[in-house]
């Protein structure tokens, strides 16, 4: 009975030490995952005006026949041009993360869609804008050559683009916002700049 205690107690130590080892290389995998992986930041996707270039200039009317600027000199300060459709369910899950935002950056937000007049009727019924402008514009989309929605375009006072990319979650919106503060204008610049700075190490 002893002895089948002892090799009981031998191979529960065995396989203690054995889950042990496991655990640290998973520990270890973990900490390698973490540090090659990149920000959360708005991805890049079209081939229009880049960032540093002066923003394509407009002056079009609103849904509301009210005009909006877009581009030039702007004394109220940045502006964040978000292209979205009234049928996209990840543009609806952002806009109360845009309001928001827009008040606590205080930013000029110019939501910039597309689709039917009954589409946008719909959204505009069950949404409230604030101070937020809904311009219904294809030309304006073309023009920065966006491809995908939701995509976001921001614009400092001067009129230059500073920041864009793909906004599907509140950390690619954030990512926009912080691009002044970061010195980093996209996710693509922030990886170039780490694999230049791992090659010279």
């Not at 009210?66 to 004394?75: A, D, S």
């Not at 928001?100 to 959204?123: P, Q, T």
Request: aromatic share 6%; proline share 5%; charged share 20%.
């Amino acid at each position: 009975m002893t002895t089948y205690l002892v090799v009981s107690n031998i191979l529960l130590w065995l396989a203690f030490l054995g889950m042990s080892l496991i655990m640290l290389g998973l520990l270890r995998q973990v900490g390698l995952l973490h540090e090659r992986s990149s920000p959360m930041g708005a991805m890049i996707t079209d081939h229009g005006p880049d960032i540093g270039d002066a923003a394509p200039q407009f002056e079009l009317p609103d849904y509301f026949g009210q005009t909006v600027k877009i581009g030039g000199p702007n004394p109220a300060g940045a502006t964040l041009l978000m292209f979205t459709a009234p049928s996209c369910p990840v543009c609806d899950k952002l806009f109360p993360i845009i309001k928001s935002m827009a008040r606590a950056e205080r930013l000029s937000v110019i939501m910039i869609s597309d689709g039917a007049k009954e589409e946008h009727e719909r959204f505009l019924a069950s949404h409230d804008l604030g101070s937020i402008r809904y311009l219904v514009s294809p030309e304006v989309g073309m023009t920065f050559q966006v491809g995908k929605i939701p995509y976001g375009i921001l614009i400092d006072a001067s009129g230059t683009i500073r920041a864009k990319g793909l906004t599907n979650t509140r950390e690619h919106l954030e990512s926009l916002v912080e691009a002044d503060k970061s010195g980093f204008a996209s996710i693509q610049e922030y990886i170039s700049q780490r694999k230049k700075q791992q090659a010279a190490a």
